[in-house]
Every structure is written in C-alpha cells, then in structure tokens.
C-alpha cells in the first residue's frame, strides 16, 4: 500500500509541473520582475516564490522530517517507518522535478536553487535511511524494496544537482537574477553568514557534494551488480522462481550474512537519536536564517496563504507527523522511556538470557581484525549476494547440549560447528 501511494503521488506530481516539451511556458514571473529592478532597494531585497519554498510548504518538509525522526527513533511498526520515509521521499521527488525542470530552462533563481538544496540535503544528511533503520538496525529484513531503491536513486539525482549547481549551475548557466551585488551578494547561514559567490565556499561545498555522490554512487553501483547477480543465479537455474521478488532474495542473502552490527548499544542508539535531532533544528535554521539575512520577503513566503501550493504540502507533512505523534502516544512509549531512564538495570519479564537452554545455538563475538567486513556490509548489504563477502567474516555458533544423569548431576558439552550456507 504504502508503495501504491508512493508512485502515484509521484506520477501526480509529474502531471502538475508544466513541461516545455508539452508547449507550456514556465517563465517565472519572478524572473521578470528581476529584470525590470532599478535602484539599491529593488536590488537588496528579493521577492520570494512561494510556490518553491512558501511557509505552508517548508513547514510541511519539516513537519515530515519530524514524522521520520519519531518513527525511526520510537516507533519499531516497519509499516510506520515505511510511510514516513514514503512521504518525505515524495518532498523530495517533487523538489527534484521542480529544479530540474526549471533549471533546464534557466528559470529559476540561484536563491531559489539554493533554498531548495538546503531542504534536500537537510532530509539527506537526517532522517534520509534506504532501510529505514539507523537506531533500530535489527529490522533490517525489510531491506531491498521498491522504497529502498527509489530512495537510492533520488539521492543520486540530488548529489548530482549540487554538483552541477556549485561547479556551474551558480556561475554560467542560471539566470543573473536577484544577486543582490549592490548589496554584498547572496549570502548562505551555516552558525555564520558566508558569501555564496565566494571561491572558498563553492569548493567546499563543491566538494562536500561529490562526497557524499560518490557514497550514493557506490551504492548504486552495488545495488546494479547484486541485480545482475542475481539474474545470472536464476538463468542458471532455468528460471526457477523467478516469481520470487529481487527484494526477498536480496533479504535472503543478507540474512545468511548477518551484517554487523545487529543489535547498537543503548548509548549509540541515543547519541544517533540526539544527533539527528540537532541536525534538523540546524537545518531549518539555516533555511529560516538564509532567507533572513538576503532579505527574501513576499507574503506567500514569510506568511501562509491558503492556496493549493502550499495548503496540499502544509496537510500531508501536518497529518503525517499528527499520526506518528498518535501512535506514539498510543502505545504508552513515554511512559515507557521513561521507566527506561529512571530504572535502566531493571529488566521486563521474560527479557534475561543469561541461562541457556537445550540445544540452543549461540553466536561468538565478531572477530576485531575483521572490522572493514563489518563496516563495508553495514553500508553496502548488496554485496552479501556474493558468495566472498558472506564468508569473509562468517560467524561461529556454539552449541551446547545438556544431558542429565539417572542421579540426577547435571554435565554438558559444547563443540563449535561451520555456519553452512
């Protein structure tokens, strides 16, 4: 369900935004108003579209930022965590077909391109997960959809705009327009204000964009040749199961690996939760912040208007963090976290696993020396269909089988077995 939704918000997102290929103009009367500026105060202050970053949109984007961060941080239903990431994926799709589409055509603003960046990277470098489970890894079985790889895909579309947009987008290709040169220029909030022209500043961020590419590249990469190892495994058996989804025998050979880690201790969930946190207080303020100091006014952007443009974004991102907000309070998690917090030594019912039954399987401690094994298939789980990277760091179950005496003393054994695929 949540992935009907997903493709058919997107397809109407396609069919809303004008295309040149279909003869309708999208010249941005904003763009002509530019042009006619004359004086120092036509130049310093910039009237904002509201229809690309107005206030009900932005405090929709943040609204559903918020959503992911409960859901992934509180909420442990796979099917919560699957919608919010859904919806903040559709703001990102539509922020994607906006500036590519205007952006082609050279009818978008470097101040306009630079706020939505700044919203797209602020999702990215948060609440963005292509599983869906950074504090709560141990769910990773849902790895692999259709959501999974979509997320993938836009994220490399995003990385790919920043590059263009700092290396050449800002300089040659987008518009003169409202750069405010009479004013000191256009100026960007990071803790201080920085000039968006400056030489520095587009190489750092130049740079911070093809990081984070490459990242998302590789990861594409390795999602291609999982794909195409995979079909190679089902010619060869003459298309045996090929009703079988990619996803599920994608989980498959992940779940033979068991990538580590699976299970982060209770301080790192929390320094993860508390970080992304603060991340997003960081980037809605810069957004707030880099408005502010250029000046950006207009009153479907500094004050909310009810029309269609802003209103439908104002009602998903609203009613998506209202029902994370519902669920969490429905199922008695504060009360919950903070029994954790005040009496953290004090276990539920049936929670010890210090005793061991009979024939019980126990896993070893992951070697040390293997950590790159760890630290590659956390960030790369398609390379656990190859048959390398599920062996290189296999793990070593101990059994332990009791046996009891007519007299009643109590012996036991344990031998280590290979963990066979």
Known sequence: MAVRNLCLFCLLTLFSLPAPSLGISIQSDIISKCNNATGPDDNCSIVGDGDFYGLGVRIGIYASWFASWVSNSFVRDA??????????ASFLFAIAIVVATYSSSGNIRVIDALILLLLSFGYLLSVMSLWGYRTLPENRKHFGGWGTHFRLMLMNAICAYGIWFWSVGMTDKLPKCNTREQCGGLKLWILVEVPVAGTGIQNLFLTFSCVIGAFYFTMFFAACLALIKLLREMIENDWKGWRVPFSWRLREKIAKAEPWPLNLPRGVRWSITISTFVWLVFAIVSVEMTLQINHVTGERVQTF???????????????????????????????????????????????????????????????????????ITTFLPWLCVFKYWRHARRRHPTRRKHHESAAGSHTSSSYTSALSN
Do not use: Y
């Not at 519902?326 to 030594?345: A, E, H, S, T, Y």
């Open 79 to 88: 099917r919560e965590i699957c919608q919010s990431l859904d919806t903040n």
């Open 305 to 375: 208007i009810a029309t269609a443009g802003q209103f439908i974004p104002l009602v998903i991102g609203g009613c998506t963090l209202l029902r994370v907000l519902w669920k969490v309070g429905l199922l008695g998690l504060p009360f919950k976290l903070l029994m954790v917090f005040l009496f953290p030594d004090v276990k539920p019912e049936g929670s010890d696993t210090t005793s061991t039954s009979s024939h019980e399987t126990t896993f070893s401690e992951p070697d040390e020396q293997k950590w790159w094994w760890r630290a």
